[in-house]
């Protein structure tokens, strides 16, 4: 099980020199998966734990509160998604004043030395560190020779000349192309979170759905959208494909955006539960109807194509 060290004040012995990849690793796309190849390759070498080093809140959501959200997952979420890949130790530090005003050397020496005793860091070219991102990877490398740690840069992944980052990821989300931020990601695009009471509306037009919350999370393009959901703990805990509504609900005066799913022949009750939702395919924009007689018809024929669609890619899977 992956271990989270969220105070570098407070390291235990054996959460000390780890070989680890620093970044922010939203989205833990196919660039970021790279250099946790690397880490854990030069890991086995050192005989040494594999780590990651996040920070929360995300550094611009710290110098940027009111901000649009733009992460594309919560930090559970990517704790989550590290652990899957095989990581021993996440630091995920907390980014404060005391943090954001430290010199790129204080950073070097009082974090990754001192503290942590990293034996060896694995960095993106793009890398910046330390008060007014001045310090570089390069200048890391010089800290490294100096403070005795290793220092490792990797080279930004490309996919047929685009570099593969969190920002093009965005992009691909928010003009409603979720299989192009698929293959940059290396996984679904996924939303994770509790599902809330909402105003149960679906269920008198034939169409409960699960409720919840994107706040503080890029948004989508809105609209429905194919998903795969897996509900991860409860007496319905499994794997099931579904049709989902990304946005404000135009029809009936909404304001908050959210995300409703529907999951195709289900029964029961997830007020509650952990779902995680893989948006699969985007289908059509939100939009207002004639009544409540054309929306269910229009509900009907999202339901059949994302049935289809769902059942195609599980079939060549």
Not at 31 to 51: F, N, Y
Not at 61 to 84: D, I, Q
């Amino acid at each position: 099980m992956m271990r989270i060290v969220r105070d570098a004040e407070y390291v235990r012995p054996e959460d000390r020199g780890a070989c680890a990849a620093i970044g922010n690793f939203d989205g833990v796309h196919l660039g970021h998966q790279s250099i946790l190849t690397r880490t854990r390759e030069i890991a086995q070498t050192l005989d040494a734990p594999v780590g990651v080093m996040t920070f929360e809140p995300h550094p611009r959501e710290y110098f940027a509160p009111e901000a649009p959200p733009f992460r594309l997952m919560s930090e559970t979420a990517k704790a989550h998604r590290l652990e899957k890949l095989d990581v021993d130790i996440l630091y995920q530090l907390p980014f404060d004043a005391s943090l954001a005003g430290l010199t790129p050397r204080d950073f070097a020496q009082c974090i990754l030395v001192d503290a942590l005793g990293l034996r060896h860091v694995i960095v993106g070219a793009d890398f910046c560190f330390g008060k007014g991102r001045k310090g570089t990877a390069e200048n890391l490398r010089s800290f490294g020779a100096e403070m005795g740690f290793g220092v490792t840069i990797a080279d930004l992944l490309q996919d047929n000349s685009l570099v593969v980052s969190s920002t093009s990821i965005r992009t691909a989300l928010a003009e409603g192309r979720p299989e192009d931020a698929a293959r940059m990601l290396g996984h679904w695009h996924r939303i994770d979170g509790p599902v809330e009471h909402g105003e149960k509306r679906g269920r008198t037009l034939g169409y409960p759905t699960a409720n919840m919350s994107i706040a503080g999370l890029h948004p989508p393009k809105f609209g429905v959208y194919a998903v795969l959901v897996d509900v991860l703990d409860g007496p319905h805990a499994g794997h099931y494909h579904g049709a989902a509504s990304m946005g404000v609900r135009p029809m009936f005066g909404g304001a908050v955006p959210n995300i409703e799913t529907f999951l195709f022949d289900f029964k029961g009750d997830l007020y509650g539960a952990q779902l995680s939702v893989a948006l699969v395919s985007f289908l059509r924009p939100e939009a207002n109807f004639d009544g409540l007689d054309a929306l269910i018809a229009q509900m009907d024929a999202d339901c059949a194509k994302a049935r289809d669609i769902l059942a195609r890619i599980e079939a060549a899977a």
